[in-house]
């Protein structure tokens, strides 16, 4: 929906694992970020760009913000009946 297609990676510790190159790439294990990620992160599942789906969201989206924009006050009131 958002026309990029998306990848898997083969690691499970995301966050924890993008620390650990960084802290690599500063001491000196690799020249830069981008050396790091392509010897180091290996895509295991790649999901194309659902083109369909792209183009609802394409028309959908201005929809959303217009409600979005005429609603905010509501949900307000909303969320102080519920605070």
Same mark, same amino acid.
Do not use: H, W
């Given at each position: 929906?958002?026309?990029?297609?998306?990848? =898997? =990676? *083969?690691?499970?510790?995301?966050?924890?694992?993008?620390?650990?190159?960084?802290?690599?790439? *500063?001491? *000196?294990?690799?020249?830069?970020?981008?050396?790091?990620? =392509?010897?180091?992160?290996?895509?295991?599942?790649?999901?194309?760009?659902?083109?369909?789906?792209?183009?609802?969201?394409?028309?959908?989206?201005?929809?959303?913000?217009?409600?979005?924009?005429?609603?905010?006050?509501?949900?307000?009131?909303?969320?102080?009946?519920?605070?």
């Amino acid at each position: 929906m958002f026309g990029r297609k998306v990848v =898997t =990676t *083969g690691s499970e510790e995301g966050a924890a694992y993008g620390v650990a190159l960084l802290a690599a790439v *500063g001491g *000196g294990a690799f020249k830069n970020v981008e050396e790091a990620c =392509t010897a180091a992160i290996r895509v295991v599942q790649q999901t194309p760009v659902n083109r369909p789906a792209k183009n609802y969201y394409d028309r959908a989206f201005p929809v959303y913000q217009r409600l979005y924009r005429s609603l905010k006050g509501d949900f307000k009131s909303i969320a102080a009946l519920e605070g």
